[in-house]
């Protein structure tokens, strides 16, 4: 471990000062709005936008997740990125579709369609499965820290928490999305420079095939039915989770949103490589370490201390832009969908109170998901929960493509893709399939849901509903909120 005077723990303490620094400066002015504050005003440009987007997956999943994997299984890990980023490169066909609603949340563009309990029903297990994401988050950041220098677990998991709240508390959507430039930035041109270094470094690519043991280099090992899961449930996530079309619809323009969208897929095509190859290199080197530490491993090793101070930090700033996407999307739809209504609606709720309301909901749920993790509580069942359900919601988004959908199929259909996910996850444990890998939980939910919802529209149950309606009325009602606000203030 490096000492508290290290160039490596020096870096990355430098780093997250900076990374304070940017939220502050584009978190002014944030509290001036309810809109402003979880859209950002809906005014994210290109770039903000492409790197918020890239780095809410960036972390934990994307850098560590996939270099864990390869550590343990090769280079056909690199297929979760490649996969994730195909399916966000081929959801840009319904981004633009998804930006006309002029809505805040999953659940309210729901709601709107299938009714108001289907909008609660998608709030409540909203909330949980950012929460749960949010917890799933905090104890990563400070793993990494303590690992790579003196600073204790504890101090460095509070100090990651109190980060991560912070920035969100403070700034909302804008500041959340300017930490997230910074760190998909960074990490980014940090990857496309210092692997290439890593591996030279580590003998060059004939020592790294060499020393790994047999199937490594099997580009897909991992298998097809494991890949193509990948991709589909990526749909899902991209398609309908809060946390991804939150800055869908904080997007200054459809256009932006479907370019910034297409392009973070991208990127995120190619950046899988990168990291598995980090991975592979700790393996080939007979590294002596938890799989979970392959990526900090590799950097430290192989890398000068302040390149692979600046990418670790990097790195865990990239989990934490996963932790705050997900505590400001738990915050945001329960005030949206469960808070608002309890209120009986927003006309008698101003500016100011909403935004406040949002921030002490930031805080108790960042609180929450804190001392959950940091007491070892087992959540994973509530996470994979939380998660499925979340993804059932794609089959709501798909089935508002057909004119023939019914309001009254959408929760039915919700309720049996919930079950069925149940069924896979824990009782069947998402079964190998032909020995070609497993298929993630929430396909087969999420395709069980959209057979329902269209199965009961064409029979019949219940009335259609039209989405020019749908999408005018939406308008009209922020239109409204809009005009309240410039002619009785904030207060």
Do not use: C
């Amino acid at each position: 471990m490096a000492p508290l005077t290290d160039p490596l723990t020096l870096t990355m303490g430098g780093y997250f000062v900076a990374t304070l620094l940017i939220a502050w400066w584009a978190g002014r002015g944030a509290g001036s709005g309810y809109v402003e504050f979880t859209l950002a005003g809906r005014d994210l440009g290109l770039p903000v936008y492409m790197m918020t987007y890239f780095a809410t997956f960036a972390g934990g999943g994307l850098t560590m997740g996939v270099a864990q994997r390869a550590f343990t299984a090769g280079i056909s890990a690199q297929w979760y990125a490649m996969a994730e980023g195909l399916a966000w490169m081929s959801i840009t066909v319904i981004v633009g579709f998804l930006y006309a609603f002029d809505v805040v949340s999953v659940p309210e563009l729901l709601g709107r369609v299938f009714g108001d309990r289907t909008k609660y029903f998608a709030a409540i297990f909203t909330v949980v499965g950012q929460v749960a994401l949010t917890t799933g988050q905090t104890i990563g950041m400070a793993s990494i820290i303590a690992t790579v220098t003196d600073i204790p677990l504890g101090v460095a998991f509070w100090a990651s928490v109190v980060v991560f709240i912070a920035i969100t508390l403070y700034g909302g959507m804008n500041s959340v999305a300017w930490a997230d430039t910074l760190h998909g930035v960074l990490i980014i041109v940090g990857m496309f420079v210092a692997i290439p270094i890593a591996v030279t470094n580590a003998g060059g690519i004939d020592a790294i095939a060499a020393g790994v043991p047999s199937g490594h280099t099997n580009w897909f090992g991992v298998g097809l039915i494991q890949i193509g899961s990948w991709y589909l449930m990526y749909l899902t996530v991209a398609g309908a989770q809060q946390q991804m079309l939150q800055r869908t619809w904080s997007a200054r323009s459809k256009r932006v949103a479907m370019a910034g969208t297409f392009l973070a897929g991208a990127v995120i095509t190619g950046y899988g490589i990168l990291t598995a190859t980090a991975g592979m290199i700790a393996t080939a080197q007979g590294a002596q370490i938890e799989s979970s530490m392959a990526f900090a491993w590799t950097l430290t090793n192989t890398l000068p201390p302040v390149v692979a101070g600046l990418l670790l930090a990097a790195a865990v700033g990239s989990v934490m832009s996963g932790a705050d996407s997900f505590l400001l999307a738990g915050a945001t739809t329960f005030v949206n969908d469960l808070y608002i209504p309890l209120r009986g609606g927003r006309e008698d709720l101003s500016e100011r109170h909403l935004v406040a309301v949002t921030r002490a909901t930031i805080l108790a749920f960042g609180l929450i998901a804190a001392v959950i993790a940091f007491s070892g509580v087992e959540i994973i069942a509530i996470n994979t929960l939380g998660m499925g359900i979340m993804s059932v919601l794609f089959a709501g988004i798909v089935s508002m493509l057909w004119d023939g959908t019914t309001r009254e199929a959408g929760l039915p259909g919700f309720v049996v893709g919930g079950v069925v996910f149940v069924i896979w996850a824990f009782v069947l444990g998402e079964p190998a399939l032909f020995g070609q890998g497993t298929l993630e939980s929430a396909v087969p939910a999420t395709a069980a849901a959209l057979v329902t919802i269209l199965g009961l529209s064409y029979l019949g149950y219940g009335e259609t509903f039209d989405l020019d309606t749908v999408r005018d009325r939406a308008r009209a009602e922020r239109e409204r909120a809009r005009e309240r606000r410039v002619t009785y203030g904030n207060d």
